[in-house]
């Protein structure tokens, strides 16, 4: 099941379609950067943080970034998910899926990859 499929039969339908339900979080001094409910996923780095919006991820092809002074590779896998590895000795890097206006509640200085 692809992950649109699966948001579309949750109990949460209702607050997943409509754009306005961000919750307890008030980030309208970011939403000029994306929409509240854009999807992102959330790198870090040290201090430093990234948000990288989901269309931004092709599969089979590679995003290179740095961050923090690390050169990061970004890829999308088979089943759809998001990860992260730096270039330099393949470790993994952790990745957060999030919805912006949470993400940028929590690093409102990050940087944004679209």
Do not use: C
Request: charged fraction near 25%; charge should be negative; aromatic fraction near 12%.
């Amino acid at each position: 099941m692809k992950k649109s499929e699966e948001i579309k039969s949750s109990q949460y339908q209702k607050y997943f379609d409509d754009p306005e339900r961000t919750g307890l979080f008030r980030t309208f001094w970011l939403e000029d950067r994306l929409p509240g409910k854009s999807l992102v996923y959330g790198i870090t780095q040290g201090a430093h943080a990234v948000a990288v919006v989901d269309a931004a991820v092709v599969l089979g092809q590679p995003l290179s970034y740095e961050l923090g002074g690390v050169k990061i590779i970004i890829l999308r896998d088979e089943d759809g998910g998001v990860r992260a590895v730096q270039e330099e000795g393949g470790q993994d890097i952790l990745v957060r899926e999030a919805y912006w206006f949470a993400w940028s509640s929590f690093f409102p200085n990050t940087e944004v990859l679209d």
